[in-house]
């Protein structure tokens, strides 16, 4: 005869084995999800990546284009960069295609095409004629993007992403690069505007590694229905760019700009009151 007491010795024993195989199995599960992910990261996608290269192509581009003294091409250059660069980012999370690759890719891309470009351009179409205050102003606007963009990849996860701690790079390079496109549609000389643009390209570089804050739009939901009113402005954007593209893409890049300085100064005014 069986005697019941080991039955249920037995069946404890298989129930408590049965219990810590599923806890093993369910503390595996999320370990296995994160070697998965970690292997997915670590891949390199073609579609960002395309994009990328085309946005550092464009800033290599403008370096040519400005060593042959083709400025309104240089200009353009930057600012097809910059769209390209913002859809990089927006293809790879669309397609879920993000990677660490991808992200150092799209820093040394915004580093040629929204740091070493916009300030060869100011030296060759201006401060040039300023001999070696010259060069050390595109210098500073380089360094300052490289800082720049160091810190912003050492704040990912961590800082507010509704605002940017410093203006954005391709904002600077969009300001600086789109007076060039200004006056060279114009055909106004960079060398009789060397003080003034000495002054421009120091001034975007401080506010690239400054702690003013930016508006980054990154909150804004284009998915929820808009008011039509909405809809006729940007036609209206769109049609202001086509007719003027030099002035109205300054205009914007300038408004920026200085929308930082402003909502600073605004701040320290309510603070000291």
Same mark, same amino acid.
């Given at each position: 005869m069986e005697d019941p007491q080991n039955n249920n010795s037995t069946n404890n024993?298989?129930?408590?084995?049965?219990?810590?195989?599923?806890?093993?199995?369910?503390? $595996?599960?999320?370990?296995?999800e994160s070697v998965s992910r970690?292997?997915?990261?670590?891949?390199?996608?073609l579609l960002?990546?395309?994009?990328?290269?085309? &946005?550092?192509?464009?800033?290599?581009?403008?370096?040519?284009?400005?060593?042959?003294?083709?400025? $309104?091409?240089?200009a353009l250059a930057i600012f097809i960069s910059m769209i390209l660069d913002g859809l990089d980012g927006r293809v790879a999370r669309m397609t879920n295609t993000q990677s660490d690759f991808g992200a150092?890719?799209?820093?040394?891309?915004?580093?040629?095409?929204?740091?070493?470009?916009? &300030?060869?351009?100011?030296?060759?179409?201006?401060?040039? &004629?300023?001999? #070696?205050?010259?060069?050390?102003?595109?210098f500073i606007y380089v360094v300052s993007a490289a800082l720049r963009l160091a810190r912003f990849n050492t704040q990912i996860g961590h800082?507010? #992403?509704?605002?940017?701690?410093?203006?954005?790079?391709?904002?600077?390079?969009?300001?600086?690069?789109?007076?060039?496109?200004?006056? &060279? $549609?114009?055909?106004?000389?960079?060398?009789?505007?060397?003080?003034?643009?000495?002054?421009?390209?120091?001034g975007a570089g401080l506010l690239m590694v400054s702690n003013i804050k930016y508006r980054s739009f990154?909150?804004?939901d284009l998915k929820n229905k808009v008011p039509f009113v909405t809809i006729l402005i940007m036609v209206l954007v769109f049609v202001f760019i086509v007719y003027q593209p030099p002035f109205i893409l300054f205009s914007i890049f300038a408004l920026y700009t200085f929308s930082g300085l402003v909502g600073y100064t605004i701040r320290k005014l309510k603070k000291a009151r």
């Amino acid at each position: 005869m069986e005697d019941p007491q080991n039955n249920n010795s037995t069946n404890n024993d298989s129930e408590n084995n049965d219990n810590v195989t599923k806890l093993v199995s369910v503390e $595996e599960e999320p370990a296995m999800e994160s070697v998965s992910r970690a292997k997915k990261r670590r891949g390199i996608y073609l579609l960002p990546n395309l994009f990328t290269t085309g &946005a550092l192509f464009g800033g290599f581009y403008a370096v040519i284009a400005a060593m042959n003294d083709r400025f $309104e091409a240089a200009a353009l250059a930057i600012f097809i960069s910059m769209i390209l660069d913002g859809l990089d980012g927006r293809v790879a999370r669309m397609t879920n295609t993000q990677s660490d690759f991808g992200a150092e890719y799209d820093s040394l891309s915004d580093m040629i095409s929204f740091g070493i470009a916009p &300030a060869l351009i100011m030296y060759t179409w201006s401060l040039s &004629a300023l001999g #070696k205050i010259g060069w050390i102003a595109a210098f500073i606007y380089v360094v300052s993007a490289a800082l720049r963009l160091a810190r912003f990849n050492t704040q990912i996860g961590h800082a507010d #992403k509704r605002y940017f701690q410093g203006l954005a790079s391709p904002a600077a390079a969009g300001f600086i690069v789109g007076f060039v496109w200004v006056c &060279a $549609e114009n055909q106004i000389a960079g060398e009789s505007l060397k003080y003034l643009v000495m002054i421009m390209t120091i001034g975007a570089g401080l506010l690239m590694v400054s702690n003013i804050k930016y508006r980054s739009f990154k909150d804004l939901d284009l998915k929820n229905k808009v008011p039509f009113v909405t809809i006729l402005i940007m036609v209206l954007v769109f049609v202001f760019i086509v007719y003027q593209p030099p002035f109205i893409l300054f205009s914007i890049f300038a408004l920026y700009t200085f929308s930082g300085l402003v909502g600073y100064t605004i701040r320290k005014l309510k603070k000291a009151r």
